[in-house]
Structures are given as C-alpha cells and as structure tokens.
C-alpha cells in the first residue's frame, strides 16, 4: 500500500446556518454542527483509504463560540495520523458572518474512523506521512491521543502507554 500525505485527504465543506438548524437563541444546534463535523471528517478518512468507514471515536470537542443564524459555517477536516485499520482526523469549525466580513474559529475535535472491508471487518489502511512542522507535530501528538482514548474505553492498561506515561514520569 502507498504512503499518503494529509494534504490527500483534506475536505472543505461549507453550510448556511438555517432557522431549522438554530436553538431559541438563534445559535447553531450542537447536534447538527456534530452531524457535519461527522460527515467532513468520515470525507476525509475515505480519501484516505478509499473505502467505507466507521466512526469509532469523537472526543476533545470544544465549543468556543456558537455560530448564529444566518452566518456561514465551515468545516475542515484533515487526517493526522493513521494506525493499522484506524485514523485519527482533526476537524476545525469556522463561523462567518459575511456581511461584517468576520471570521471566527468556533470549534475543533478529533474523530477516529476504522476503514472496513466488502465484509464489514476493519482493513488495513495506507501510512499517513506529514510534512509540514504542523503536521509532524499533529501526527506526534495523535500516538498520546490514541493511547488516552484506548485507557478511558478500558482498551488499554495505564502502566502499557508508553508514549503517554512519558508526558509525566522522568
């Protein structure tokens, strides 16, 4: 199987933030904003390994400002790291209102697909090889990641997470 890099597998995708997409106070509902993060990310994990894939995991996602009716959402999904049959994909959400011309950064999360066979069983996908300084760091950073989410699924004992256990014991 071929390297790929995370440019590959990078996807844009752009909504406008409608009346049936808002709570009572005109903001963006979670559930739809995490319903497109899902959708961006699942895009840019098939790039990747051009199959169908699963969602397996969504953690680390912070709501920093909401996005109001009428504004422009945007989503940007990139992998950062892929293992055996899995990947780890990093989504930003920018929102946009653009009669003010304003740009902000409303969320970000990572979500983890598992690529599957004509079966249903997970395959195996190609390595991911960042680079860019950004990417190198994402890519090292999604090692820590993975072993946390494997400890806090009961996946993974403590005292065998290496990379992790290293962030706080000498």
Same mark, same amino acid.
């Given at each position: 199987?071929?390297?790929?890099?995370?440019?590959?597998? +990078?996807?844009?995708?752009?909504?406008?933030? %409608?009346?049936?997409?808002?709570?009572? *106070?005109? /903001?963006?509902?979670?559930?739809?904003?995490?319903?497109?993060?899902?959708?961006?990310?699942?895009?840019?994990?098939?790039?990747?390994?051009?199959?169908?894939?699963?969602?397996?995991?969504?953690?680390?996602v912070s709501f920093a400002n909401p996005i109001k009716l009428?504004?422009?959402?945007?989503?940007?999904?990139?992998?950062?790291?892929?293992?055996?049959?899995?990947?780890?994909? +990093?989504?930003?959400?920018?929102?946009?209102? %653009?009669?003010?011309?304003?740009?902000? *950064?409303? /969320?970000?999360?990572y979500l983890t697909f598992v690529a599957l066979d004509p079966?249903?069983?997970?395959?195996?996908?190609?390595?991911?090889?960042?680079?860019?300084?950004t990417e190198i760091k994402m890519f090292d950073g999604a090692?820590?990641?993975?072993?946390?989410?494997?400890?806090?699924?009961?996946?993974?004992?403590?005292?065998?997470?290496?990379?992790?256990?290293?962030?706080?014991?000498?």
């Amino acid at each position: 199987m071929k390297p790929k890099h995370p440019q590959g597998s +990078f996807v844009v995708m752009s909504e406008l933030v %409608l009346p049936n997409d808002t709570n009572t *106070l005109g /903001n963006l509902m979670g559930g739809k904003l995490m319903h497109w993060m899902d959708i961006a990310a699942a895009i840019a994990a098939q790039k990747h390994c051009n199959c169908p894939v699963v969602t397996a995991s969504v953690d680390n996602v912070s709501f920093a400002n909401p996005i109001k009716l009428g504004n422009l959402l945007t989503v940007e999904a990139k992998l950062t790291r892929s293992f055996n049959t899995s990947m780890e994909v +990093f989504i930003q959400v920018w929102g946009e209102d %653009l009669s003010a011309q304003y740009r902000y *950064l409303s /969320n970000e999360a990572y979500l983890t697909f598992v690529a599957l066979d004509p079966n249903g069983r997970p395959r195996k996908v190609p390595e991911l090889v960042p680079e860019t300084e950004t990417e190198i760091k994402m890519f090292d950073g999604a090692l820590r990641r993975r072993q946390l989410r494997l400890i806090m699924g009961g996946k993974m004992k403590l005292e065998d997470a290496d990379e992790l256990r290293a962030l706080f014991v000498k």
